[in-house]
């Protein structure tokens, strides 16, 4: 059973435009929500972070959205640019444990 | 920074071989992970560590099993490898029990069973 949904799976997106991925989870117990970014040849790396007490964090060009009661989150990448052209993957976990539940990846290609 | 060393970036082996793959980290992390990443079911973890010698299944132990005798190692065995277990493989690690703690993955091995 798949705890965390992303979509889409793949995304295309101009130079300059913004690029928006979303979330949804089922487990109400969910308290943590990373987004980690990975580039071909490389492990993924931590983005940002957001945990359910707020309802949006930014940093830089990167904003994360919460919807608590939607039970959903988004990436958004403001002005989009060929090097973030990567691998994006939402995770959530739960407080007290080490692991992370993972969404399956959305490969976002940011045309020049 | 964080280091989280794979020992092979590539590895080919045979079916039935015993395989096995080492990670090494340097910052005295507490939590040792390790995934497999195949396109479109994105990253699932196989099993992980949270203290020298102990060990817990993830979501996709079977086949596997790992070994940690030191806090900055964690191997991860194939017991006869098989073709569908061709993937690529992530170690992680975390720093402790907290789970609002960033995992910090190396690059990863490609290992293909023929």
């Known amino acids: 059973q798949q705890q965390v949904k992303q979509s889409p799976q793949s995304l295309i997106v101009q130079k300059g435009g913004i690029s928006i991925i979303n979330c949804a989870y089922e487990?109400?117990?969910?308290?943590?929500f990373p987004w980690y970014q990975q580039f071909p040849g490389k492990g993924p790396a931590l983005l940002i972070a957001i945990r359910p007490d707020v309802s949006e964090k930014k940093e830089g060009r990167f904003t994360i959205s919460f919807n608590k009661s939607a039970k959903q989150f988004s990436l958004h990448i403001m002005d989009s640019q060929p090097g973030d052209s990567a691998t994006y993957f939402c995770a959530a976990s739960t407080s007290g444990y080490s692991t992370l539940t993972f969404g399956k990846g959305t490969m976002l290609l940011v045309s020049p | 920074d964080v280091k989280v060393t794979q020992s092979s970036r590539y590895l080919v082996k045979r079916t039935g071989e015993k395989v096995f793959l080492e990670c090494v980290q340097d910052m005295d992390h507490e939590n040792m992970f390790w995934y497999r990443q195949d396109p479109g079911l994105g990253l699932r973890l196989i099993y992980f560590s949270y203290d020298v010698k102990m060990k817990e299944k993830g979501d996709i132990p079977e086949g596997y099993s790992v070994s940690r005798e030191k806090k900055e190692r964690f191997s991860l065995i194939l017991e006869s490898a098989s073709t569908n277990q061709t993937s690529m493989y992530l170690c992680?690690?975390?720093?402790?029990?907290?789970?609002?703690?960033?995992?910090?993955f190396g690059d990863g091995t490609r290992l293909s069973i023929l």
């Open positions: 992680a690690s975390s720093l402790g029990p907290n789970s609002n703690q960033p995992q910090h």
């Open positions: 487990n109400t117990a969910f308290d943590y």
